[in-house]
């Protein structure tokens, strides 16, 4: 219940504060003189993919209150733990007033057929993942957030993780994003009940942690873009406990709100615990296919 009580906490400092931002701008304008403007969505169509850029880059930097959602769905073939056809759909809510932004991330990944545990109605794997950061210089920024995951294919029951950073444009162009994050934190992770550890349920387990990313972006034509994101999770008490996600994908826009993306993505874990006292686990799984996107 207390785990429960601090990502609700975190999902709601994530969200409310561009919100409120947002309210006090509007108040104010309220009081201004009317003026015929150019619409929201006109000027911020202008801005580009802002929800990843940094306020700061822009000149001047945007004052409207800028939101932007996104909704995936994909048919995945997946190699390894559990050789399978996957259904997932992903979202995504950005909201930003100046130098504020809030992110609220979700995947859903429906299993089709297979399971190295046999046939359950459960097969699945959740992600959640909201953060809010805010733009120190036109390359740097802070970000905070928590990282909830629950995985069926890996035994995982509900993996919590929690991290302050910093983040870094290494590059950043109309045409090139390349941007480095790190942070620490601490994790509270849950395995399955058939999990054992040295022959023993671990319970809960809290550790300290880092996390990063790296993500880059190539706007190889006005229509097609080559995308790419490496993130990490390491145990900082014991070296030999992380994990890591590579990302790559290439999005063909079709129309301004209509895409499809090729996606392939590798996931690694170097650290497996035992399920019902046999090592079962696979350490590397991999997920190739196509994917609708809808932007709004």
């Known amino acids: ?3 429960a009580f601090k990502f609700i906490f975190v999902i709601v400092i994530c969200l409310i504060f561009p919100v409120l931002s947002y309210a006090q701008d509007a108040s104010k304008s309220a009081e201004e003189s009317a003026k015929p403007a150019a619409k929201p969505e006109d000027a911020a169509k202008k801005l580009g993919e802002w929800w990843w850029r940094n306020s700061l880059s822009y000149d001047p930097i945007p004052s409207q209150f800028l939101y932007h959602g996104e909704v995936k769905f994909a048919y995945l073939r997946e190699t390894g733990n559990t050789p399978k056809e ?9 909201f930003r007033k100046e130098q504020l932004t809030g992110y609220l991330q979700y995947g859903l990944t429906k299993e089709a ?6 046939d359950s109605p459960d097969r699945r794997i959740e992600n959640l993942h909201p953060s809010v950061r805010y733009d120190l210089t036109s390359k740097l920024y802070a970000q905070t957030g928590a990282l909830w995951t629950k995985d069926y294919d890996r035994a995982i029951y509900d993996r919590t993780t929690y991290y302050l950073g910093l983040g870094y444009d290494v590059i950043a162009t109309p ?3 390349l941007t480095l994050f790190l942070s620490g934190g601490h994790e509270d992770l849950e395995y399955q009940e058939m999990v054992t550890i040295n022959y023993m349920p671990p319970g809960i387990l809290r550790n300290s942690v880092y996390y990063g990313d ?4 190539w706007g190889i034509t006005e229509n097609i873009a080559f995308n790419e994101k ?3 999770v390491g145990n900082v008490d014991e070296g ?28 690694y874990f170097n650290f497996q615990p035992e399920v019902y006292g046999m090592d079962v686990l696979q350490k590397r799984d991999q997920k190739q296919g196509i994917m609708v996107m809808v932007s709004f």
């Not at 790296?214 to 972006?217: A, P, V």
């Open 1 to 3: 219940m207390y785990r």
């Open 86 to 94: 996957n259904y997932n759909v992903q979202g995504l809510l950005a």
């Open 113 to 118: 057929s297979g399971s190295v545990f046999g």
């Open 175 to 177: 045409q090139y994003l």
């Open 214 to 217: 790296q993500r880059f972006r």
């Open 230 to 232: 490496f993130e990490f």
């Open 240 to 267: 030999s406990r992380y994990r890591w996600t590579l990302n790559l994908g290439i999005e063909f826009k079709l129309t301004p709100y209509l895409a499809l993306r090729l996606d392939y993505e590798q996931k």
